[in-house]
């Protein structure tokens, strides 16, 4: 049996991403948790004949936790959207206000009700979420590094489908799959085009084009906001991504292997290839590499791709590291204070 909790599955996000999970013979529960609209959402994806059973749960006021703690029991993956989107003009950042108390007050649910789930945060800012998810699993002494995701999926999308739509007539985006490494947030999002499939297709492009693309991968969360002017920020491509991961996790959990996915995951925490990965870092305990999953989450971090890189790519990693710094103290600092 496995149960998939979404927690905030009345949102832009949470509603795509729940029905892609209805839709998963993998799953047998889907239980939605958000703190508006919720019940509707249940009662709509529950008439889709799909296998898996579907429960909505609403608290009834501010202080119920047993809302959240009954969608929680018993869940192995638990998704994360719960939080406020971007409006034009703002980053990242300026959501961490309202969302880092939305997000630790879900973790510390994690901790009470599923320890042992799989955490895949999706809320903004991941670069400073994901570290607050982190410390508050620790502070209730049930940390285990292998299960706690940030979703940089979509950028890992959008670096396939932007170099494709450079080359209509000889690629598809489904041929790509690229590494992109560092944060979830402009310039600490590092599209690897010079590694793999996209090698000979990148290095084709002027440094102009090079450049641009580049840029679109770190910027393309902004390219929606814009577009949606006000009324939120990338919802249908985050459902898909983040749906990407969780289909890859339920299948390693089912026993399939040599299963890689990007994730913005805890370098300090004795996973295989992690200690090696912080030293080429710069000592950063936080990072997006690929990681090979198992049945117990990330298994080992392929840390040999930093090794790998071009001398351009390099120059952008340290513009990177320098901004994920400040990024993640502020998550650790919050989460401590
Ligand atoms: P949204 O406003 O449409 O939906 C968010 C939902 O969270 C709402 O239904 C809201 O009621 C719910 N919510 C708020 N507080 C909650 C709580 N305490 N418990 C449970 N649910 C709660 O926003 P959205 O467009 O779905 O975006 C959600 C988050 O995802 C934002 O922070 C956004 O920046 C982020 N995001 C991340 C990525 C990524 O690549 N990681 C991509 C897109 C969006
Ligand atoms: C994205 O990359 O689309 C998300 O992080 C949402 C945003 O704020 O851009």
């Avoid at 998963?24 to 509707?40: I, S």
């Avoid at 007539?169 to 944060?183: A, H, M, Q, R, Y």
């Avoid at 298994?299 to 001398?311: G, N």
């Avoid at 998550?331 to 204070?337: Q, S």
């Amino acid at each position: 049996m496995v149960k998939v909790a979404v927690l905030g599955a009345a949102g832009g996000i949470g509603q795509p991403l729940s029905l892609l999970l209805k839709l998963n013979p993998q799953v047998d529960e889907l239980a939605l948790f958000d703190v508006v609209n919720v019940p509707g959402v249940g009662a709509d994806l529950s008439h889709i004949n799909s296998d898996s059973k579907t429960e909505s749960f609403l608290p009834a006021d501010r202080e119920d936790k047993t809302a959240l703690a009954k969608a929680l029991t018993g869940a192995d993956v638990v998704i994360i959207p719960a939080g406020v989107p971007r409006k034009p003009g703002m980053t990242r950042d300026d959501l961490f206000n309202i969302n880092a108390s939305i997000v630790r007050g879900l973790a510390e649910g994690i901790a009470e009700n599923c320890p042992k789930a799989f955490s895949l945060i999706i809320s903004n800012p991941v670069n400073s979420t994901v570290p607050i998810v982190v410390e508050t699993l620790k502070q209730k002494g049930v940390y285990d590094p292998k299960r706690v995701f940030g979703v940089t999926t979509l950028d890992i999308v959008r670096a396939n489908t932007f170099i494709a739509q450079l080359y209509p007539e000889e690629t598809k985006p489904t041929d790509f799959n690229v590494n992109v490494i560092g944060g979830h947030s402009g310039e600490t999002i590092v599209p690897l085009y010079s590694v793999g499939k996209t090698a000979d297709y990148y290095k084709k492009l002027s440094e102009e084009q090079q450049k641009a693309l580049i840029k679109r991968v770190q910027f393309g969360g902004d390219e929606v906001v814009q577009a949606k002017n006000g009324a939120g920020s990338a919802t249908l491509s985050m459902a898909y991504a983040g749906y990407r991961l969780a289909e890859s996790i339920l299948k390693a959990v089912k026993g399939e292997s040599g299963i890689v996915e990007c994730t913005f995951l805890n370098l300090d925490s004795g996973i295989k290839g992690a200690a090696e990965a912080k030293k080429l870092v710069n000592g950063l305990d936080y990072f997006s590499l690929p990681v090979e999953l198992s049945k117990e989450g990330i298994h080992e971090v392929k840390y040999d791709i930093l090794d790998k890189i071009s001398t351009d790519e390099k120059a952008l990693l340290k513009v990177a590291i320098e901004q994920l710094e400040k990024n993640v103290e502020k998550g650790v600092a919050f989460a401590n204070k």
